[in-house]
């Protein structure tokens, strides 16, 4: 039986993929892709994500979202549109589950912060360091390094990248360079994370009471949900009425999104994935709800992501990171063996495979266990 038989004929197709980087035998009771994506549940770096920052530390509250706990709800929203637009579901679970994989502990403060150390040597970034840790990272299979994914996940983990990076990337950089288009699969799982972050960083922001609903109120696209949830049950109040309008927000930027691309399809006229990689964006939101969302953005960079207690936070991770890095290339005796490098006789070559192990142990670690090996590090009466 096959169980991809009804795709669209623009959608990715398990048996036609540009495959694996290690031929494997095909799997005999699920597709290419449903492989692709058992294979990244069962991976270390995903359990990680359940202790790694989205906006909130790990220890900061048992309701806030986790990297974890996010990337589920990406799938989910990349699913039920894939299903409308009858793209390819497994797919896009195994690339949304995938897409934070290479995240290092406190969020964005964290790889910045990585960055930042790694400028001499080559910079870090949290995408590239995703499709590294499927790659290269993950060691759970006696024929090869990594998960061995399929071309089209790994593709699609690679959101963006530079141009020198592609260049060395091979396959998965050759968009980049040729100026293409990924698979539809892929452009859906980009937006539903952002539909994804965007309303639960609401949410969390006001559990965590640094937003306000007062504040709130001046976004329109909040402001009109929450008067349709207050006609419908007059008298609604507190976290039920936030609920309620959330759950309206991104079910409208859903349907936005799942009207708009099936109109830009069919006005693309693409018939084959390939015809899909030489046409523009596909996936999209309507200019409005375009606009709509950029001001949510905007009012989260605002409000939320510079608020004084996030600085704090943010702060705080920015020197944990920092000093671990440089601690570890002060000395890199302190490393666990598997992140020390052997000294050959090229002291630079050596100095930037250290750098890059070191890159690789941060970014692995969780918040807490960052944390505590810092405190290992520079407290004495810890061990
Ligand atoms: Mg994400």
Redesign the pocket.
Known sequence: MDIEAHLASYAARSDQSAGRRYDEPSPSSRTEFQRDRDRIIHSAAFRRLEYKTQVFVNHEGDLFRTRLT?SIE?AQIARSIARNLHLNEDLVEAISLA??LGHTPFGHAGQDALNACMQDYGGFEHNLQSLRTVDALEQRYGAFDGLNLTFETREGILKHCSLKNARKLGDVGLRFIEKQQPSLEAQLANLA?EIA?NNHDIDDGLRSGLLTTTQLDEIDFYARHRDEVELAYPGITGRRAINETIRRMINALIVDLIDTSRRRIVDAGVVTLSDVRNAPQLIAFSDHMQVEASLLKRFLRENLYRHYQVNRMTSKARRIVTELFDAFMEEPMLLPPDYQVTITDDAEKTRHSQARQIADYIAGMTDRYAIREHKRLFLIDEM
Do not use: G, K
């Open positions: 996010h990406v897409h934070d994370d972050y």
